[in-house]
């Protein structure tokens, strides 16, 4: 496994997205993904599955402290008080003392960004909260959060993959030292069907999932969330690391379209919002 690193956190690069995982399935996948060398597992209080992750992780043979757990705040909870309520909620949820991660899932237009920042630095000093950061920030947001946080803010969750290759969120993210987490990095399925992709897939006797995911991971400070039952889907999200694409294979890979990724952002916003 390869990690990667800002302000102090070591974050696994390719970690189990959980969205759309709920009940008995949730617990079943994050149980296998444990079995299979994950080590870095992503959950929020809308994927309301909180119980089972940490239900997994505790039945694991894995140490908790080997585990990077990331959850992430509602947009209702971004008030102060009700976002230190509810992490606490969200930490008997998950049965632990804390989590790695704690991102708030989208701006709240309706709070003001220094008191969700002022909350999450209270997390941080009571030490129930590791890291702190944001999800689903376009640059004018991500910059008043960090300019309102006392804590660092380790990274900004936003969909990624070579149809919405996000250059400008990225090159900001690495000047400025945060990871960017790449969510929906297969756009929602649409990058397997891509011809470029199943061309280099079968240059390297490797998935178009698995090409499009190490696309993704060559790029510095980049991490990635899949979200998959299948356990073998779960073994090949892990194995990216033993080949490596040319820059040429991933500029020719890089085809922003909205078209592609418009509809996967919005199908993801639905979902997490209802």
């Known amino acids: 496994m390869e990690y990667a690193e800002a302000y102090g956190a070591r974050v696994p690069k390719v970690g189990l997205g959980t969205w759309q995982l709920t009940g008995e399935s949730c617990y079943e996948t994050v149980s296998t993904a444990l079995e299979l060398g994950y080590r870095h597992v992503d959950t929020a209080q809308l994927?309301?599955?909180?119980?089972?992750?940490?239900?997994?992780?505790?039945?694991?043979?894995?140490?908790?402290?080997?585990?990077?757990?990331?959850?992430?705040?509602?947009?209702?909870n971004a008030g102060y008080d009700d976002a230190l309520a509810s992490t606490k909620e969200s930490l008997d949820r998950l049965d632990t003392a804390y989590v790695d991660l704690l991102l708030l899932h989208w701006?709240?237009?309706?709070?003001?960004?220094?008191?969700?920042?002022?909350?999450?630095?209270?997390?941080?000093?009571?030490?129930?909260?590791?890291?702190?950061?944001?999800?689903?920030?376009?640059?004018?947001?991500?910059?008043?959060?960090?300019s309102a946080a006392e804590t660092p803010l380790v990274t900004n969750q936003v969909q990624f993959h070579p149809y919405k290759?996000?250059?400008?969120?990225?090159?900001?993210?690495?000047?400025?030292?945060?990871?960017?987490t790449a969510y929906s990095p297969l756009a929602r399925g649409k990058v397997l069907d891509d011809e470029d992709v199943q061309r280099l897939a079968?240059?390297?006797?490797?998935?178009?999932?698995?090409?499009?995911?190490?696309?993704?991971?060559?790029?510095?400070?980049?991490v990635v969330i899949p979200k998959s039952a299948s356990e073998e889907h779960l073994r090949e999200n892990l194995a990216l690391f033993?080949?490596?694409?040319?820059?040429?294979?991933?500029?020719?890979?890089?085809?922003?379209?909205?078209?592609?990724s418009g509809a996967a952002m919005l199908d993801g916003m639905v979902s997490e919002l209802r």
């Not at 709070?111 to 999800?135: H, K, W």
């Not at 079968?202 to 980049?222: C, F, I, M, N, S």
Request: glycine letters at 6%.
């Open 242 to 260: 033993d080949f490596k694409l040319t820059r040429d294979e991933v500029d020719t890979l890089t085809k922003p379209s909205l078209l592609k």
């Open 165 to 180: 290759p996000q250059r400008g969120m990225l090159g900001y993210c690495q000047s400025e030292g945060m990871l960017l």
């Open 107 to 146: 701006p709240n237009p309706l709070v003001s960004v220094s008191e969700t920042a002022a909350a999450m630095d209270r997390l941080v000093e009571m030490g129930l909260v590791y890291n702190a950061g944001v999800s689903n920030f376009p640059q004018v947001f991500l910059d008043r959060a960090r």
């Open 47 to 76: 994927y309301e599955n909180e119980t089972e992750v940490g239900r997994a992780i505790d039945d694991a043979d894995v140490d908790r402290d080997e585990v990077f757990l990331t959850t992430k705040l509602s947009p209702r």
């Open 202 to 222: 079968e240059k390297y006797d490797r998935t178009p999932a698995q090409v499009a995911l190490r696309w993704a991971t060559q790029h510095r400070g980049v």
